[in-house]
């Protein structure tokens, strides 16, 4: 079965293929990060039109590089939700008219579930049950996952995201939007212990998050240094920044891990490609004798490769792809109304 993947839930546009008995035969994705960058943040509007402009071309890449023609697509997965509603109407409505000029039937997928899923395309993947850290710039969440549409939220962030705190940081130490992975960067070159910021909930005894109080901190910082923000401060606050992040990230993860007595952790999401978090994640693995799995760099952050998959694993596990033609988005969508079964 072909599965053809479409991404339009944020700033990124991607097509995909996946074939069920192959694996994943191409993907094409556009990023729009260099457009929202002069405005410091997604400009709704303009991501909409810019998912128009792209979708086509891209199709036709992913199609080229797949080797496959449009005719032999059996069923067009596209993410329904959540996201920003004028740039999933774009995928949507592109999508649902494809399935209808080519008779076959479409498959709405949930963007975390795509998320969630997608370590399951990297060459080592992890197997049912797991628990999943997903780490993006909307969402924290960590997950027991039993299987495909089998998802228990076991704590999740009460106001920030993990990458909208790493974003929100960044631009307060003055870098460009998106801040997550040049802050990341920065802080490489940062000394440990200059600053010490709060660890939020570290102790509530339960596996949610609250990230505001960490940026409010890093805004505190930043206003003692009475605007003169030089090359030195911004690295270590970046590092004081980092380390408090990825320390609550790993220790509520563990605890996560201890909770429900598994031991294969998966980390979904743009946070994902954070490589402190890795590092710790893994020297944790290694002590505690646990499995760390991560999707390859490439589909840590948003793709149509993620997409096509969980949409293929769905009509695997019994999900019935519907008629092309009639279609809603769903800008707000829990994803504890996806279980199966
Ligand atoms: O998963 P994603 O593409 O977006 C959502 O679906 O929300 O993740 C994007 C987020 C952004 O907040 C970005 O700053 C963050 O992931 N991010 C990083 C890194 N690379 C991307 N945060 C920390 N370290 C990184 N290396
Ligand atoms: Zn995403």
């Given at each position: 079965m072909?599965?053809?993947?479409?991404?339009?839930?944020?700033?990124?546009?991607?097509?995909?293929?996946?074939?069920?008995?192959?694996?994943?035969?191409?993907?094409?994705?556009?990023?729009?990060?260099?457009?929202?960058?002069?405005?410091?943040?997604?400009?709704p509007e303009l991501a909409s039109r810019d998912h128009i402009r792209r979708v086509v071309p891209l199709l036709r890449e992913a199609l080229g590089a797949s080797g496959r023609r449009l005719a032999d697509v059996d069923a067009i997965a596209y993410t329904q939700g959540p996201g920003l509603a004028g740039a999933l109407l774009v995928g949507c409505?592109?999508?649902?008219?494809?399935?209808?000029?080519?008779?076959?039937?479409?498959?709405?997928?949930h963007h975390l579930e795509g998320h969630l899923l997608s370590p399951l395309l990297s060459s080592r993947p992890p197997t049912f049950p797991f628990v999943a850290l997903l780490v993006s710039g909307g969402h924290t969440q960590l997950m027991r996952v039993t299987g495909v549409g089998r998802y228990?939220?076991?704590?999740?962030?009460?106001?920030?995201?993990?990458?909208?705190?790493?974003?929100?940081?960044?631009?307060?130490?003055?870098?460009?939007?998106?801040?997550?992975?040049?802050?990341?960067?920065?802080?490489?070159?940062?000394?440990?212990?200059?600053?010490?910021?709060?660890?939020?909930?570290?102790?509530?005894?339960?596996?949610?998050?609250s990230f505001s109080g960490l940026k409010t901190a890093v805004l505190t910082l930043v206003r003692e240094q009475g605007g003169n923000l030089d090359e030195a401060?911004?690295?270590?606050?970046?590092?004081?920044?980092?380390?408090?992040?990825?320390?609550?990230?790993?220790?509520?993860?563990?605890?996560?891990?201890?909770?429900?007595?598994?031991?294969?952790?998966?980390?979904?999401?743009?946070?994902?490609?954070?490589?402190?978090?890795?590092?710790r994640l893994d020297s944790e693995a290694r002590r505690k004798r646990f499995q760390v799995y991560y999707p390859e760099l490439e589909f840590c952050t948003d793709n149509g490769a993620m997409i096509a998959l969980a949409g293929a694993l769905r009509l695997q596990a019994g999900s019935q792809p519907k008629a092309a033609g009639e279609f809603a988005v769903r800008p707000r969508w829990p994803l504890a109304d996806l279980m199966i079964g």
């Open positions: 072909l599965v053809l993947g479409v991404e339009s839930s944020c700033d990124e546009t991607g097509i995909a293929l996946y074939d069920t008995e192959g694996g994943l035969l191409s993907h094409a994705l556009h990023s729009q990060v260099a457009m929202h960058a002069e405005y410091g943040g997604v400009v409505a592109f999508a649902e008219a494809l399935g209808v000029a080519l008779g076959k039937p479409t498959l709405p997928v228990e939220l076991l704590g999740e962030t009460l106001d920030d995201a993990a990458g909208e705190a790493f974003d929100k940081s960044a631009k307060l130490l003055g870098l460009p939007y998106p801040g997550g992975a040049l802050l990341s960067r920065l802080a490489d070159q940062g000394r440990p212990g200059v600053y010490e910021l709060p660890r939020p909930m570290l102790h509530s005894g339960d596996l949610n998050f401060f911004k690295a270590d606050a970046a590092r004081a920044f980092q380390e408090a992040i990825v320390d609550v990230l790993v220790k509520k993860a563990l605890k996560a891990l201890k909770q429900t007595g598994l031991n294969q952790l998966v980390v979904a999401g743009g946070v994902g490609a954070n490589r402190q978090l890795r590092e």
